[in-house]
């Protein structure tokens, strides 16, 4: 039984799981989006979500610390400069994991992982979410009394029409005098 045992050990020894979750946690610091199996994923965001965490607070033993688990200085200063800005006001939940369906030759269920303020059409398409406005049940009677409003205009327009036919008329007299 497996009772209490958190960890996914992914079929490997313990340091090949610790480099690979680097390497992968690296990847995923640098290229913001990466394409793995939904076992790796998930056990990545345990990785990689508390890295992130210590990067919002830029000193020299976070550094030291998340340099331990890295191993990369390219990803220590894209992790501690542009990442960890983006992320300095978000309490958590620094990625996001999107099934993609199963991989080909073993059937494996394949996902990508992202950093989520990293995804500029997911913002883009909550920004726009943001600008439309609420609808509730009471405020379709305003809505009816302005379509009555709206068209309140419409029936001014003939009586705009008659002005503008009698103003070509008067032209039209304008222009033959001044032929003559």
Do not use: W
Not at 28 to 40: D, M, N, S
Not at 68 to 81: N, T
Not at 138 to 150: F, I, Q, S, T
């Amino acid at each position: 039984m497996r009772h209490g045992k958190k960890n996914n050990h992914l079929g490997r020894t313990a340091p090949h799981r610790a480099a690979m979750l680097s390497n992968m946690a690296t990847s995923l610091i640098l290229h913001k989006r990466i394409e793995t199996t939904v076992a790796k994923a998930k056990e990545l965001r345990k990785y990689a979500e508390p890295l992130i965490t210590k990067a919002k607070t830029d000193d020299t033993n976070n550094r030291r610390v998340v340099f331990s688990y890295l191993q990369s200085k390219e990803a220590i200063k894209e992790l501690f400069g542009i990442v960890a800005e983006k992320v300095a006001n978000r309490p958590g939940g620094y990625t996001r994991i999107i099934k993609l369906g199963n991989r080909l030759g073993d059937n494996a269920e394949m996902c990508m992982v992202e950093l989520v303020d990293f995804n500029e059409t997911m913002l883009a398409a909550a920004s726009d979410k943001a600008v439309k406005t609420r609808r509730s049940r009471r405020g379709g009677a305003k809505k009816e009394d302005g379509a009555v409003e709206a068209a309140a205009p419409a029936s001014e327009v003939p009586s705009a029409e008659v002005v503008e036919d009698e103003t070509p008329a008067t032209e039209t007299s304008e222009e033959e005098k001044a032929a003559e």
